[in-house]
Every structure is written in structure tokens, then in C-alpha cells.
């Protein structure tokens, strides 16, 4: 196992490493590419997982301070990889032991069951995994200011007199989840535009590339599911409630109810609207953690997030293809 959910710190060249040596350990299913570079120079990461000619998107580390979804979004990774190279080698030994023993079945089947759904969906789709979108910010919220190299930016962040702990911006001060060309975007400032931002743009870059049947974005708190589209019809809100439950029943999340799509005041622009309005596929935000949790996030969560979610991209694909 390559990504160990116990180590006490997940730094961002730890992320780097642990990328590249996913990819060669799968490399038969795995890829990893640059998308773009953040503010403060660091690669923002795409691992492509599948041998499919339809795309899905999942994303996490939008916002500095979740920092516990990058982590699991990458497990989930090796999960899926793991799955799918065990079930080409070990599917013919399953068909023999399957003639001799009936308990080899009971015991064997749900493993064998999560290999199969993996390996199907991996021949549909290729799985475009972003975990990590705003790998300054991420830093920033792990260690602290030092950890801006570009004296500007770092003395740029330290004028919000905002604590690291409670980072949930760029290296730049800028909110991702506020910087997409939605509907709702409205100007915050009088420099203030759509799309300012590198890693704004690496993400829409992937959407426009890949045209995606589905995204899934990230974020903590609050063990909910956010899928309501004001801007978007009847039909298409009506198709996402019907995701939304599915997800539902694997997560125990809350549906988000529609007048709590967006805070009263907030200025909009995040990566869900900006996506269903261009794409009209499926988009939700599904948001981890308890929401009681406090930042920094304790890194105790990790498990339950991962065995909250790791079905839940399997799930998705399978309703959206």
C-alpha cells in the first residue's frame, strides 16, 4: 500500500511522491499528468485511472483547510487500481475455487463483487482524479505561512490576518470556490473577475478537454449532499435528486435542501454551478467530516471518510453512463 491513511502529515511533496509511485506501480491503468501551476509554483496534479472513453471528474482540495478528502481521494486511487489489477489475475482462481469450496464463496464474494464493479466500470470510464486543486493553500493550512516561497504572496495572505488553520483561500487570497464563471458569480471586489486564478483555470481546462458525464467535488463539513441547481431546470434538478438519493444510501449524508444551495449573501461562481450550466451533466458537492469537526481537521477522519466514499464513485459512474 502506497498511501498509508496513518501518516500523521500528508505534506504536499509527500503527495508529489506518493502520485508519481502510483502511477508506476499501475502504470497498466494509472496515469499522472500536470495540469497546471499554482501561484506559488507547485504542479497541480491529474491521475487518469481506467482504460474508458467516457470521463468522470473528482476533485478535492479546493478549499485550504479540508484537508482530509485529498488524502482519501488518492487512497480511493490505489483502492480502485488495486481492485482492478487483482481481479484480471485472480478472476480464473476464483472460477476454480468456486467448484470445491461454498464457503470460499461466502467469504470471497463481497471482495470479489468490489473487484468485478471496479474492473467494469474501469473498461467504461476513466476516472479523472484532481485531489489536490489548491496545493498552496493546502501548505498553508498544514504548516503555516513560511510554507509560501514567493515573499509577495506570503506577505499578500498575511495582511487577511486570517489564521492558517482557517485558510480556505489561494496563495493570492482568493476563494477557487467563488472564482468560477457561473450564473451567480458576482464581484467581490473592484479588481474582483471570473477565472483570475491558475488553479481556477486547470480545472476548467480539464473540463473542457475531457467533456466529463459527471463531476464529483470534495469538501468538509457537514456530511452532506449538495445537488440543487437554481439556474438549471426542473428536469435536470430532478435527475440530480435521483443521484443525490442514491448517494445517499451508501453515505447516510444529508440531501441538502434547494433553498440552502447557496448561503444568503454569497457571491457564487463555484466549480458545480460553473459545470452543470456549461455541461448540463450531472454535478454535486458532497461534503465530508462531521460538521461539528474543528480546523485544523484531526487526521482520525481519514478512515471513516474513506469507507464513507469509496463506494460512491463506483455508484456514481453506474447511474450517469
Not at 478512515?303 to 464513485?313: E, R
Request: hydrophobic content about 35%.
Amino acid at each position: 500500500m502506497i498511501i498509508d491513511l496513518e501518516d500523521p502529515i500528508f505534506s504536499y511533496d509527500r503527495f508529489i511522491i506518493s502520485a508519481k509511485r502510483l502511477s508506476q506501480e499501475y502504470k497498466a491503468i494509472l496515469k499522472c499528468v500536470t495540469i497546471g501551476k499554482s501561484h506559488d509554483n507547485r504542479d497541480i496534479l491529474l491521475l487518469k485511472l481506467g482504460m474508458g472513453k467516457n470521463y468522470m471528474v473528482c476533485c478535492s482540495g479546493v478549499h485550504a483547510r479540508e484537508t482530509i478528502n485529498p488524502i482519501v481521494l488518492m487512497r480511493i486511487a490505489e483502492f480502485y487500481a488495486d481492485l482492478y489489477i487483482n481481479y484480471k489475475v485472480e478472476r480464473q482462481d476464483l472460477k476454480n475455487q468456486l467448484l470445491n469450496s461454498k464457503k470460499y464463496l461466502e467469504n470471497e464474494y463481497q471482495q470479489m463483487l468490489y473487484q468485478y464493479c471496479t474492473y467494469e466500470l474501469l473498461q467504461t470510464f476513466t476516472i479523472l482524479f484532481i485531489p489536490l486543486l489548491n496545493p498552496d493553500g493546502y501548505m498553508i493550512s498544514l504548516e503555516g505561512f513560511d510554507s509560501v516561497r514567493n515573499e509577495q504572496l506570503k506577505n499578500r495572505c498575511l495582511q487577511y490576518k486570517i489564521s492558517a488553520e482557517q485558510w480556505k483561500f489561494n496563495a493570492r487570497g482568493v476563494d477557487i470556490n467563488r472564482n468560477f464563471p457561473s450564473k451567480l458569480w458576482q464581484k467581490k471586489s473592484k479588481n474582483d473577475r471570473p477565472a483570475s486564478e491558475n488553479e481556477t483555470r486547470a480545472l476548467m481546462g480539464v473540463f473542457e478537454k475531457y467533456h466529463p458525464l459527471g463531476f464529483l467535488d470534495f469538501h468538509s463539513r457537514g456530511e452532506s449532499i449538495y445537488y440543487y441547481r437554481n439556474t438549471m431546470s426542473d428536469l435536470y434538478n430532478e435527475k440530480q435528486y435521483k443521484i443525490a438519493s442514491r448517494l445517499k444510501k451508501l453515505t447516510n449524508y444529508d440531501l441538502m435542501p434547494p433553498e440552502e444551495e447557496i448561503d444568503l449573501g454569497d457571491s457564487g461562481g463555484n466549480t458545480v454551478h460553473y459545470f452543470s450550466e456549461q455541461f448540463h451533466k450531472p454535478a454535486l458537492t458532497i461534503e465530508t467530516v462531521d460538521e461539528n469537526a474543528d480546523f485544523p481537521l484531526n487526521p482520525k477522519y481519514r478512515g471513516s471518510v474513506f469507507d464513507d466514499l469509496k463506494l460512491v464513485i463506483l455508484e456514481f459512474g453506474s447511474i450517469i453512463i
